[in-house]
Each structure stands twice: as structure tokens, then as C-alpha cells.
């Protein structure tokens, strides 16, 4: 391995650059969503052949993207300009003969967020979009490629745009007009950490503290969206200012696009036909609603579902979707891009080694996510605990005498055990709060997670990796010796966790199984068939039995989400008695049931409980 790696440094070179290359584009010149790229170099190489690469993945996905796969063309010229031969290798790279006469290269790519790809489909938080004279989006993997050796070297951007778009963006800049802005990245790894998005400015900004925040917004019905959106976030980033003594950056962008799927959203109102509905739900699939961390900013790709959708499905609307990420990507600036290994570090964009880590990354992440709306009174203790029970139950749906959580990271991108990402953010979190409590258990409350990871944070931070191999044990050295057997136990081993060792000394206890009074549910005395049909998850009634009480009929379709709603309004649990109002769909009409809560005692399997301490 290392005289085959050794050779191909050989064959292939490097090169040095003295100042800075230079990258050109002309947003003007768009052309039916294409882009021309223009790099010129600073110095020449100093080898014949070189490699010329677009990234396979980036930081933060843990997924195949092949970025070189939307470069249309590439020329490589001479200063007096002679075209090279360049040859295409593999999805991503293309290597230049006769590179020491390289001066130039011109290529064009294509964007994204359109194309139908059907293998390694780019999540949108990830892609590119250029529509001229509205929306640029530079996820920079996507445009800008690098000389292999050289991701170190210093990059000049220079962008010619119309004077109606701004370019927001923590990129550093260094010149502003209206035509034109410029930017200057100290790495390749800077770049990629760096999106862009030029659009009309919709803009607003606030503080976190001290750090100055940017929410750039571009809808693409032209509707003013960013005061809203923070007026929406502020309650969140007031409880991040609260949990946090001082955040690691200065500054912090969220670039925020919206897309009308209201068309979508006609399908949860039900006044559409089964093959159309199959039809929208294929397409929702793969849209990859959601968003992306970076060091200094995050990227979001929400989805206006239009007046169609019902309130009571509350997570589809644009202040949730924003508000269901926002906390969990700002709460990245400290890990992975404040505290990681030097697989992040040095991230190899062509052939990426993954961390062993994703339980740090991202499951402690989620947790802390969780745990600022909590502490932050943004969601109830109830709320909390529930949230946290929910992702209990699906984390032990993670087949753990199978692999180990740092044997799945470290595998993540082959297909076994990227079907088990997902567990990150479920089984992980977990994971990370019986971390935190086990952290207060040794260290008699003198210390707990955030204050680990602040340390932690302050010795490396953004510029500095850890030792991928010895960071759990560094871990251990801040708390106490002891700590070493939970990580040893349930996070490199294959051990199912036993969740009251922890637990029970914050004050919360876990339950296999429970009988407490709770409300009846309307489904028990009949026959019900779960249905998901890839738009909502749904109970449809099959058979009435002898002591319904609730009023529903045979072939009744209930949404779940409605069900929640109409005996659990704004979160809160209907008293005995209380009337739910139940948006029931009946034959091809929508109909509502008044029905009066009923208590009694229910088994609840996997719970978490406050025990009062």
C-alpha cells in the first residue's frame, strides 16, 4: 500500500503555487443552467502529468456524491493558448498531459437541484442551482475542483453577477460592487466549508451572543420570508445563548432555500387520485428535505407545502422544518467542525476515509439539540422526555450484536452499514444522553457533557484535529477512569445499553414496560391496518368492534399526525372528558368527530420517566 501510494505521487506530481490561483465566473452568462468555470494558474506545474479532481463526498454527508459526474467539458491550455489533452478517469478526476505548460483550464457544469439521478442522488442541502438572474447556489464541491496534493494552497474567486443578486456567505471576501464580488478561500477545504448563495437580498440579522448572525432567504416564489424566519428561530437561538457560555465563531450564515411543493402538498388534503398521489410520492422521496453544517454557516432546503396541507400536520410547516434543524446544524460549529479527527481535518475528497466517531459528531449533536429546547423552555420536560424515548425505542432497532456504532461510522458509506446512518440521530443521541449522565455520576455533578466538550473544543478547535484512534481515551482522561467502560461497553462494543446505570442519577428512569393512566386510544376495540403510503402514515378501519365508542366506521382512514392533534392540542394530554375534534376521512370526504377523551390503564413499553429527584 504505501510503495502503490508512493508510486502514484511519483507518476502524477505535485506542484507548488507560489500566490494564489484564480477562478472567473460570469453569473450573466448562464446558459440553460450552466455555468463556464475559468482557473488561472498561478505558476505552472512542475510535472508532465497531473490530476485535476472534483469531490466524491464532502465533509457532513456520509454519502457518495461523485460531484465530477455534472462537468460537461474541460480544456487545459497553454498561456498562448494551445489546448492539452485532457483525459477523463473515474466519475471525478481528469488528468493533463504536458502539465508543465498548464496555464489555463475552462470547463462547464451543470447544476443539480433538477436533475433526476437515480444512483448517489445529491441531497439538496448539497447541490447546485443556477437559474439566471434569481438563484445561484455554489456548494462548492459542485463547481470548483482542485489539483490533487494541492487542497492547502490558497484560492482567489472572482464572480461577475447581475446588480440586482447579492452573494451571502461566510466565505472571507475581498471586494464588493454591485457587479462584481470577490472572495478569497486560505484552502480548497476552506472553499468546500464555505457555500454561496446569490439571490435578491432577503435578509435579516441578529446576535447569538456575541456572534453576529446572517439568515439570507431565497423563495422561489419571490415571497419575503427572513424576518419571519427569524423572528421563528429567536426563541431558539436565545436558548443556545443560554447554554452556551461563548461560541468558537465570530460570525454565522444561514442560507436558506425554499421550494414551492405545493403541488405536494395538494396530496395530504386527499381531493387527489391514488396513481397521481403515487406519482408526488416518488417525487418526494427524493427531494432530501433538510440541511447541511459548516464551520461558519449551514444550508437548508425547505418546502412550502402551500394552504393545502392541514394544520394539524404542524412539522410540515416552513417554521418547523426550519426550527426542526436550525438548533441541531448551528450546534456542528462544535463538533465535527470545532472538535474532529484528522480525517476531517485532512479530508481526502477523492478516496474519504470515515470516522469511527459519529457518535460524537453527530449523535451528541442531536442530543444537545434536544436538550437546549429543553433547558431553553422551548419544549415542556414532557416533550423532552418523550422526544428521547421515541429515538430510545427506534435506537434498539440497531442491530448491535451486528456491529459496533464505531464499526458502523467507520464503514458508513458501504451499503450494510449505511443503513444504519439514520441511527445516528436516533440510538446516537441516546447514546450521547446516557454519556452526559454517566459523565455527572463520576464526576458527583461537577462536571457534565457540554463541559467536556467545551474543554476539548478550546484545546483543538477548528484549525487543530485529534488522533482518531485515542480521542476516547483522552475523553476518559477529563472525567474519570471509569468512563472508559461505557465507551468500551456501548459504543465500540456490541452490547445492548442498560439505560437506569445512568439514568437514574439525573433523575430519569426507563421502564421495559409500564402500566400507567393514560388516554384509551380509538383503535383498540376495532380491526386496523396500518398504511404508509410514502406521503403520511395512516390507520385505516377494517373491522368495527363490539365496543367501539369513538363513532368511526368500517374503511375510516385516520392520519396519525391528526390523531396526535385532536387528543394531544399544542402538546398537551386532553383531560377526562375533554372533547377531540378528529379529522377523520370518509369515503371521499373529510369528516370530524367529536370525541370525549377516555382514561384508563395503558401499557407503555420502552419509557422514560422524571422520577422527581
Known amino acids: 500500500m504505501k510503495n502503490h501510494f508512493l508510486n502514484l505521487l511519483l507518476f502524477f506530481g505535485t506542484y507548488?503555487?507560489?500566490?494564489?490561483?484564480?477562478?472567473?465566473?460570469?453569473?450573466?452568462?448562464?446558459?440553460?443552467?450552466?455555468?463556464?468555470?475559468?482557473?488561472?494558474?498561478?505558476?505552472?506545474?512542475?510535472?508532465?502529468?497531473?490530476?485535476?479532481?472534483?469531490?466524491?463526498?464532502?465533509?457532513?454527508?456520509?454519502?457518495?456524491?461523485?460531484?465530477?459526474?455534472?462537468?460537461?467539458?474541460?480544456?487545459?491550455?497553454?498561456?498562448?493558448?494551445?489546448?492539452?489533452?485532457?483525459?477523463k478517469q473515474g466519475n471525478n478526476s481528469f488528468l493533463i498531459s504536458n502539465a508543465k505548460n498548464l496555464k489555463y483550464l475552462e470547463y462547464t457544469v451543470e447544476d443539480i437541484l433538477d436533475k433526476k439521478?437515480?444512483?448517489?442522488?445529491?441531497?439538496?442541502?448539497?447541490?447546485?442551482?443556477?437559474?439566471?438572474?434569481?438563484?445561484?447556489?455554489?456548494?462548492?464541491?459542485?463547481?470548483?475542483?482542485?489539483?490533487?496534493?494541492?487542497?492547502?494552497?490558497?484560492?482567489?474567486?472572482?464572480?461577475?453577477?447581475?446588480?440586482?443578486?447579492?452573494?451571502?456567505?461566510?466565505?472571507?471576501?475581498?471586494?464588493?460592487t454591485p457587479n462584481q464580488q470577490n472572495f478569497k478561500a486560505n484552502s480548497y477545504h476552506q472553499l468546500i466549508d464555505c457555500p454561496i448563495m446569490f439571490s435578491v437580498p432577503d435578509t435579516a440579522q441578529f446576535y447569538v451572543g456575541k456572534t453576529k448572525v446572517t439568515l439570507s432567504v431565497f423563495d422561489v416564489n419571490g415571497v419575503p420570508r427572513a424576518k419571519h424566519f427569524y423572528e421563528s428561530l429567536k426563541r431558539d437561538m436565545q436558548a443556545i445563548d443560554a447554554f452556551l457560555p461563548d461560541l468558537p465563531v465570530d460570525n454565522y450564515t444561514?442560507?436558506?432555500?425554499?421550494?414551492?411543493?405545493?403541488?405536494?402538498?395538494?396530496?395530504?388534503?386527499?381531493?387527489?387520485?391514488?396513481?397521481?398521489?403515487?406519482?408526488?410520492?416518488?417525487?418526494?422521496?427524493?427531494?432530501?428535505?433538510?440541511?447541511?453544517?459548516?464551520?461558519?454557516?449551514?444550508?437548508?432546503?425547505l418546502a412550502d407545502f402551500?394552504?393545502?396541507?392541514?394544520?394539524?400536520?404542524?412539522?410540515?410547516?416552513?417554521?418547523?422544518?426550519?426550527?426542526?434543524?436550525?438548533?441541531?446544524?448551528?450546534?456542528?460549529?462544535?463538533?465535527?467542525?470545532?472538535?474532529?479527527?484528522?480525517?476531517?481535518?485532512?479530508?481526502?475528497?477523492?478516496?474519504?476515509?470515515?470516522?469511527?466517531?459519529?457518535?460524537?459528531?453527530?449523535?451528541?449533536t442531536e442530543y444537545f439539540a434536544n436538550l437546549i429546547k429543553f433547558k431553553g423552555g422551548v419544549i415542556t420536560p414532557e416533550e423532552y422526555l418523550e422526544e428521547m424515548q421515541a429515538k430510545l425505542v427506534q435506537g434498539l432497532d440497531f442491530p448491535v450484536t451486528e456491529m459496533s456504532f464505531t464499526e458502523m461510522s467507520s464503514n458508513v458509506l458501504e451499503k450494510k452499514y449505511n443503513k444504519q446512518y439514520g441511527q445516528v440521530y436516533q440510538r446516537g443521541a441516546v447514546l450521547a444522553m446516557l454519556l452526559d449522565a454517566e459523565i455527572q455520576r463520576l464526576t458527583s455533578s461537577k462536571k457534565s457533557l457540554i463541559d467536556?466538550?467545551?474543554?476539548?473544543?478550546?484545546?483543538?478547535?477548528?484549525?487543530?484535529?485529534?488522533?482518531?484512534?485515542?480521542?476516547?481515551?483522552?475523553?476518559?482522561?477529563?472525567?474519570?477512569?471509569?468512563?472508559?467502560?461505557?465507551?468500551?461497553?456501548?459504543?465500540?462494543?456490541?452490547?445492548?445499553?442498560?439505560?437506569?446505570?445512568?439514568?437514574?442519577?439525573?433523575?430519569?428512569?426507563?421502564?421495559?414496560?409500564?402500566?400507567?393512566?393514560?388516554?384509551?386510544?380509538?383503535?383498540?376495540?376495532?380491526?386496523?391496518?396500518?398504511?404508509?403510503?410514502?406521503?403520511?402514515?395512516?390507520?385505516?378501519?377494517?373491522?368495527?368492534?363490539?365496543?367501539?365508542?369513538?363513532?368511526?366506521?368500517?374503511?375510516?382512514?385516520?392520519?396519525?399526525?391528526?390523531?396526535?392533534?385532536?387528543?394531544?392540542?399544542?402538546g398537551v394530554k386532553l383531560k377526562e372528558g375533554e372533547l377531540a375534534k378528529l379529522r377523520v376521512k370518509r369515503g371521499d370526504e373529510f369528516v370530524t368527530l367529536d370525541i370525549k377523551a377516555k382514561y384508563g390503564l395503558k401499557t407503555v413499553k420502552n419509557a422514560l420517566r422524571w422520577t422527581g429527584k
Open 16 to 87: 507548488s503555487v507560489s500566490a494564489q490561483d484564480l477562478y472567473e465566473i460570469d453569473l450573466n452568462a448562464v446558459d440553460k443552467d450552466i455555468l463556464t468555470v475559468k482557473l488561472s494558474l498561478d505558476k505552472s506545474p512542475d510535472k508532465d502529468l497531473v490530476k485535476y479532481s472534483f469531490p466524491a463526498t464532502v465533509p457532513g454527508t456520509y454519502a457518495t456524491e461523485d460531484f465530477g459526474r455534472f462537468i460537461l467539458s474541460m480544456n487545459a491550455k497553454t498561456s498562448d493558448g494551445k489546448k492539452l489533452k485532457v483525459k
Open 117 to 176: 439521478v437515480k444512483k448517489n442522488p445529491i441531497f439538496s442541502p448539497v447541490a447546485t442551482n443556477f437559474v439566471a438572474g434569481k438563484n445561484f447556489i455554489f456548494n462548492n464541491g459542485g463547481i470548483f475542483g482542485f489539483f490533487e496534493g494541492e487542497e492547502s494552497q490558497p484560492i482567489e474567486i472572482r464572480i461577475s453577477k447581475p446588480s440586482t443578486l447579492y452573494g451571502a456567505t461566510s466565505l472571507p471576501q475581498t471586494q464588493i
Open 254 to 301: 444561514f442560507i436558506v432555500y425554499v421550494d414551492d411543493l405545493s403541488e405536494v402538498g395538494k396530496a395530504f388534503s386527499g381531493k387527489m387520485g391514488i396513481i397521481q398521489k403515487i406519482k408526488l410520492a416518488l417525487r418526494f422521496k427524493t427531494l432530501g428535505l433538510g440541511a447541511l453544517e459548516h464551520g461558519n454557516s449551514s444550508t437548508y432546503y
Open 306 to 364: 402551500g394552504p393545502s396541507v392541514p394544520s394539524s400536520l404542524k412539522e410540515l410547516s416552513l417554521d418547523n422544518q426550519l426550527s426542526a434543524a436550525a438548533i441541531h446544524e448551528f450546534m456542528h460549529i462544535l463538533t465535527p467542525l470545532g472538535l474532529h479527527s484528522q480525517h476531517i481535518g485532512n479530508f481526502n475528497y477523492t478516496n474519504p476515509v470515515m470516522c469511527k466517531h459519529l457518535w460524537l459528531y453527530e449523535g451528541v
Open 452 to 570: 467536556v466538550m467545551l474543554t476539548l473544543n478550546a484545546r483543538y478547535g477548528a484549525n487543530k484535529s485529534f488522533e482518531e484512534a485515542t480521542f476516547i481515551s483522552e475523553m476518559v482522561n477529563e472525567v474519570h477512569p471509569d468512563l472508559q467502560n461505557f465507551f468500551t461497553q456501548y459504543v465500540e462494543g456490541k452490547n445492548q445499553w442498560k439505560p437506569n446505570d445512568q439514568l437514574n442519577y439525573v433523575g430519569i428512569s426507563y421502564h421495559d414496560s409500564l402500566q400507567e393512566q393514560d388516554i384509551l386510544s380509538i383503535f383498540t376495540d376495532n380491526d386496523v391496518k396500518h398504511k404508509a403510503n410514502g406521503i403520511g402514515i395512516e390507520q385505516v378501519i377494517t373491522k368495527v368492534g363490539a365496543n367501539e365508542w369513538a363513532g368511526l366506521k368500517v374503511g375510516d382512514i385516520i392520519n396519525i399526525s391528526d390523531f396526535r392533534s385532536a387528543f394531544k392540542p399544542n
